[in-house]
């Protein structure tokens, strides 16, 4: 009886000591695949990667989800890979940053004060004379906006596409507060100039400041009365005056009447 008492206790003993093996095997396995995770992400850190590839990534993103688990994984790693002084080389990024906002109606000046950054630095990135890094870049994408992955993998065609007669749906706003400017040609390739139908509001004016800005511009009054200041010459506009002179000169202009004015005007694209 003592016996199979033994031989019982021993095996439930078998049994436990072969239940931990397991459970330690488990855990051995568990640790083997995160070592495999960690390892997998390791290299995409590690491994340089051209910015071209990152783009490359973005747009197959849902393949490599496979590997990672999820498109947000992919993005999230990458996105880490891609630091705050990584660059965005190779790649015309300048031309497509300057067609894009063209497209989108947007002056270097607008999307400058959008992004809280300098006229320049607008201007800089667009002539190539600067590679900015991704965050730099996704900043001032953020005011256009357009995400960077839609920034690099957008095609050409649609980014080209050009009209001949624009709609008034077809002109945006580009002004603020009481003061419209309706941009014309908005999605006109290699702009040189802003075609605008300016509506200003009773008192609207073009800010505090005098304007100055390179190039020369005109325009006619359309319709109602506009204060157009040049230098220290005020002047008074009515229905049917036009006005031309070199933008270098500090200018500004005001609508001190009761009645929207209305001016189509010619400006250089900056």
Same mark, same amino acid.
């Given at each position: 009886?003592?016996?199979?008492?033994?031989?019982?206790?021993?095996? *439930? !003993? $078998? /049994? &436990? +000591? =072969? %239940?931990?093996?397991? #459970? @330690?095997? *488990? !855990? $051995? /396995? &568990? +640790? =083997? %695949?995160?070592?495999? #995770? @960690?390892? *997998? !992400? $390791? /290299?995409? +850190? =590690? %491994?340089?990667?051209?910015?071209?590839?990152?783009?490359?990534?973005?747009?197959?993103?849902?393949?490599?989800?496979?590997?990672?688990?999820?498109?947000?994984?992919?993005?999230?790693?990458?996105?880490?890979?891609?630091?705050?002084?990584?660059?965005?080389?190779?790649?015309?990024?300048?031309?497509?940053?300057?067609?894009?906002?063209?497209?989108?109606?947007?002056?270097?000046?607008?999307?400058?004060?959008?992004?809280?950054?300098?006229?320049?630095?607008?201007?800089?990135?667009?002539?190539?004379?600067?590679?900015?890094?991704?965050?730099?870049?996704?900043?001032?994408?953020?005011?256009?906006?357009?995400?960077?992955?839609?920034?690099?993998?957008?095609?050409?065609?649609?980014?080209?596409?050009?009209?001949?007669?624009?709609?008034?749906?077809?002109?945006?706003?580009?002004?603020?507060?009481?003061?419209?400017?309706?941009?014309?040609?908005?999605?006109?390739?290699?702009?040189?100039?802003?075609?605008?139908?300016?509506?200003?509001?009773?008192?609207?004016?073009?800010?505090?400041?005098?304007?100055?800005?390179?190039?020369?511009?005109?325009?006619?009054?359309?319709?109602?009365?506009?204060?157009?200041?040049?230098?220290?010459?005020?002047?008074?506009?009515?229905?049917?005056?036009?006005?031309?002179?070199?933008?270098?000169?500090?200018?500004?202009?005001?609508?001190?009447?009761?009645?929207?004015?209305?001016?189509?005007?010619?400006?250089?694209?900056?």
């Amino acid at each position: 009886m003592l016996v199979e008492q033994g031989l019982i206790i021993l095996s *439930n !003993e $078998q /049994r &436990a +000591t =072969s %239940n931990e093996q397991r #459970a @330690t095997s *488990n !855990e $051995q /396995r &568990a +640790t =083997s %695949n995160e070592q495999r #995770a @960690t390892s *997998n !992400e $390791q /290299r995409v +850190t =590690s %491994n340089p990667l051209s910015f071209p590839s990152f783009v490359l990534c973005i747009k197959y993103s849902a393949h490599l989800a496979s590997c990672f688990g999820s498109v947000k994984r992919v993005v999230i790693l990458l996105t880490e890979h891609q630091t705050a002084g990584s660059t965005v080389e190779n790649m015309d990024v300048g031309g497509r940053l300057q067609m894009i906002r063209k497209m989108k109606g947007l002056s270097q000046r607008e999307l400058a004060k959008r992004v809280g950054v300098t006229n320049s630095t607008i201007s800089m990135i667009e002539k190539n004379n600067v590679s900015p890094s991704v965050s730099s870049l996704k900043k001032v994408l953020s005011g256009i906006p357009i995400s960077i992955g839609d920034f690099f993998t957008m095609e050409t065609e649609e980014i080209e596409t050009e009209s001949v007669v624009y709609k008034p749906e077809d002109m945006p706003d580009i002004g603020s507060n009481n003061l419209s400017l309706y941009l014309i040609g908005a999605r006109s390739k290699g702009r040189s100039m802003d075609l605008l139908k300016e509506c200003y509001a009773p008192g609207a004016e073009t800010g505090p400041e005098m304007l100055q800005h390179p190039g020369e511009e005109g325009g006619v009054v359309v319709s109602g009365e506009i204060e157009l200041t040049v230098g220290f010459q005020v002047y008074q506009l009515k229905t049917g005056d036009g006005y031309y002179f070199n933008s270098n000169r500090p200018h500004r202009f005001r609508n001190i009447s009761d009645e929207v004015c209305e001016i189509i005007s010619a400006n250089p694209s900056v």
